[in-house]
């Protein structure tokens, strides 16, 4: 049973199940966690506390829902030392994020050109499973992405030195290793460069409509009125595979260093330990691939401003990882100690004066970004100081479904989507109809209430709302 905390917090202890080592701990509201109650969520939270080396508390953000293994909206660290690492805990797409491109344009100057801007970039940024970027690269060219991510897109001229500085990690996660990426990974992503995917992957030409903090919101680059563009997409099939193959070889592991866990899906090995190690290195090299794929959807979306609309000068204000393990310094128990945070559909909300932020930032905080659903509204938030002592600098990345693929088609057509996306004055275009139906608004929570947990909680704080006026989807 969920123990009520307070308004926003709701404590499963360690008496819930036999074998939790910490407690659980979701953030929520009543409405949240009546819905939460109602799949696997809660379970997979009090599971994750089962496992050897986890600290602190095993966290499940408002957006939470049933993943594999660990809940998606889940947030639990290891110490690096004594203990493990599951993929499971940092999924199938691997930095899956999300990144927020602040244009010169307003309102007025973009709605005219919307259909024909929208056009152009359905035309040059590929969506859909198994789709080909405009970029080749050789198979020596790829190993080079996979150790230097974004890095790499700016040395072949893709982008800028500020745009480096305003993403995660910069752009670039240390010790990725393409060796210990497989083959078949590589096949699957060889010509993915500078594409969406499928599923709940997106690029979405947004309008501010409303600022809640400023000062904070003038540091990001941000104005009521101003154009913006939200980009939703990951490291595509080769981070996929490289989940797979270390799923694999995570459950020979586990036999190997006498690991018994209560639900296969959290096949984790020693972080220590050689496969622990070999995974953290693909995982990062996988990473790598979905900065620089973001990197090149970046270029193309500034091309096509240009193109359309007479410039593409617009700036990164942040690009942020959901699906990532990384080694980090957190306070626990009161001493600081160097912990493995999973983070699986989870955002980094690390606060003012945060030594990983790049200096123009440092004074207000990592900005965190939290897109909506198709149709409704996305959020700007903060990093606040909290976060960092409740939640290992972690908030929550986005709606969370609230139906599955399957209930969301055969709720709506696509023709009663398109109606209801036109009646918001919104433009649409999809790869598939399905792609589009299992993604209509309603399929996800309420996005405003997610957003009102995190800022009442205080693990992030509201900077600016965002409005969809076009969309892309795979």
Known sequence: MFKKLDEYRY??????????????????????????????????????????????????????????????GGVAAADINDGVVSAGGVGFDINCGVRLLATKFELSDVKPKLEQLLDRLFRDIPCGTGKKGLLNVSKLELDDVLRDGAEWAVKNSFGNDRDLAHIEEYGKIPNADPILVSTRAKERGHHQLGTLGSGNHFLEIQVVSEIFDHEVAQNFGLAKDQIVVLIHSGSRGLGHQV????????????????????????????????????????????????????????????????????????????????????????????????????????TRAFPKNHASLPEELRSYGQPVLIPGSMGTCSY???????????????????????????????????????????????????????????????????????????????????????????????
């Open 243 to 346: 989940c797979t193959d270390y799923l694999d070889i995570m459950q020979s592991g586990m036999r190997k260093y006498g690991i018994s866990v209560v639900d296969r899906q959290l096949a984790c090995v020693p972080i220590q330990s050689k496969e622990g190690q070999d995974y953290l290195k693909a995982m990062a090299a996988s990473a790598n691939f979905a900065f620089a794929n973001r990197q090149m959807i970046t270029h193309w979306t500034r091309e096509a401003f240009r193109q359309i609309l007479g410039s593409g000068e617009m700036n990164i204000v942040y690009d942020v990882c959901h699906n990532i393990a990384k080694c980090e310094d957190h306070e626990v128990n009161g001493k600081k100690k160097k912990v493995l945070v999973h983070r699986k559909g989870a």
């Open 11 to 72: 404590l499963i202890p360690k008496s819930y199940k036999q074998g939790m080592l910490i407690e659980g701990l979701v953030y929520a509201n009543d409405k949240m966690i009546k819905h939460i109650e109602k799949d696997q969520t809660k379970e997979q939270v009090a599971n994750v506390a089962t496992l050897p080396g986890f600290v602190g508390r095993s966290l499940a953000m408002p957006d939470a829902h049933q993943g594999y293994g660990f809940c998606i």
């Open 380 to 474: 700007v938030l903060v990093g606040t100081d909290l976060a960092m002592k409740e939640t290992f600098g972690s908030s929550c990345h986005g709606a969370g479904r609230s139906k599955s693929r399957t209930q969301a088609k055969k709720e709506t057509s696509v023709e009663e989507l398109f109606r209801e996306m036109k009646s918001k004055d919104i433009i649409v275009r999809g790869e598939t109809k399905s792609g589009l139906t299992e993604e209509k608004p309603d399929a996800y929570k309420d996005v405003s209430e997610v957003v009102d947990v995190v800022h009442g909680a205080g693990i992030a704080s509201k900077v600016a709302k965002l409005l969809p006026l076009a969309v892309m989807k795979g």
